[in-house]
């Protein structure tokens, strides 16, 4: 196990260095509903941790990722100036709140999983709920190189999905759509946290994990905050 995340660890510091190398670009697409996957073979989960909330991540958002059908998402860094930013803490999830609204969406959570020796980003999840369409917003930021095909699992408790990557960039591949309640569920009710699976360019299942502590009240505050403006926005 300690060769395999070794080795993602240097994939890490190559993706991240270099253009991507995989066996499919992202078509950058909305992804189509998650459809359960079968379960995972036994994989590495590499040496990490819940980065300082304190530390401004250089990844895209949610909010970022609620868009038009025709338009792009915001490059990541894009939406970093201009609208006034607060955030509270709620265990090992960030509430984060614009003022301007990005995209319609006032806030999000949000939580940075870095590489424990290097502090890389390995994985930042970003979920924010749309009152409007009823539906919650999901961005995951994954490092580059590896295999685009086999797509992103994740796993929480029995709940498993797998999504495609929408798009790569300099800053990572990005997982963006909406996702199911089922996910939203697992995640309020999980106690050992959870894990998104990748598969590395060797063949190899890696699984990053994450926390769902604070979880649950992160989520409930954003959900009350995002549908107590859009009340106050103007009709029509």
Not at 8 to 31: H, I, Q, R, S, Y
Not at 37 to 46: G, I, K
Not at 53 to 62: I, L, P, V, Y
Not at 92 to 115: F, G, H, M, S, T
Request: hydrophobic letters at 40%.
């Amino acid at each position: 196990m300690n060769s395999l995340i070794s080795t993602f660890a240097a994939c890490l510091a190559l993706g991240f260095a270099m253009p991507l190398v995989a066996e499919a670009a992202g078509t950058g697409d909305k992804p189509k509903a998650p459809e359960a996957a079968a379960p995972a073979t036994p994989a590495a989960t590499a040496a990490a941790q819940p980065a300082d909330a304190s530390q401004k991540a250089k990844d895209g958002t949610a909010a970022s990722a609620q868009k038009g059908k025709d338009g792009a998402a915001a490059a990541p860094g894009e939406v970093q100036s201009g609208p006034k930013v607060t955030v509270q803490q709620h265990g090992d999830w960030l509430l984060e709140c614009y003022d301007p609204a990005i995209n319609n969406v006032n806030c999000q959570i949000k939580q940075r999983i870095a590489q424990k020796d290097t502090d890389r980003n390995i994985l930042v999840m970003s979920i924010a709920f749309d009152p409007k369409a009823k539906s919650n917003v999901i961005q995951y930021v994954l490092p580059l190189d590896f295999l685009l095909t086999p797509g992103v699992s994740v796993e929480v408790g029995s709940y498993q999905t797998t999504a495609g990557v929408n798009r790569c960039s300099v800053q990572g591949c990005f997982v963006e759509g909406t996702t199911d309640d089922g996910f939203i569920k697992a995640m309020q009710g999980a106690k050992d946290g959870g894990r998104v699976v990748i598969v590395s360019r060797t063949g190899q299942k890696v699984g990053i994990g994450f926390s769902v502590i604070g979880f649950s009240m992160a989520y409930d505050e954003m959900v009350k905050e995002n549908t107590r403006m859009a009340a106050q926005q103007p009709k029509g």
